[in-house]
């Protein structure tokens, strides 16, 4: 059973960077593709990024390309998303999901695809 735990939300002002951690526990972390969602209040949950399990593919919504960067780090079972040039419309609780993936070039845009999620961090940009 994987399970995951996100750090590094906070409060920062508009232009900022935050830095924020998922880190895994369980089985064969190398196995699974990553993604980060985000959820505003009364929105739903929306793709933000996603990397294959090989770290060779990696895909982001295009509101936040050139902004975010999405890495792992297998050794240390730990997933990242580098936050920079943050907008308040990045407002949202971030949470990190894991999926089993057969191929180590396999991503997904789609929450249900995701077997395992953490409780979320929450982000807040003020302008």
């Known amino acids: 059973q994987v399970q995951l735990v996100e750090s590094g939300g906070g409060l920062v002002q508009a232009g900022g960077s935050l830095r924020l951690s998922c880190a895994a526990s369980?089985?064969?972390?190398?196995?699974?593709?990553m993604g980060w969602f985000r959820q505003a209040p009364g929105k739903e949950r929306e793709f933000v990024a996603a990397i294959s399990w090989s770290g060779g593919n990696i895909r982001y919504v295009d509101s936040v390309k050139g902004r975010f960067t999405i890495s792992k780090d297998n050794a240390k079972n730990t997933m990242f998303l580098q936050m920079n040039s943050l907008k308040p419309e990045d407002t949202a609780v971030y949470f990190c999901?894991?999926?089993?993936?057969?191929?180590?070039?396999?991503?997904?845009?789609?929450?249900?695809?995701?077997?395992?999620w953490g409780q979320g961090t929450q982000v807040t940009v003020s302008s």
């Open positions: 369980g089985p064969t972390f190398s196995s699974y593709a």
């Open positions: 999901a894991a999926g089993y993936a057969t191929s180590r070039w396999y991503i997904s845009q789609t929450p249900g695809w995701y077997d395992h």
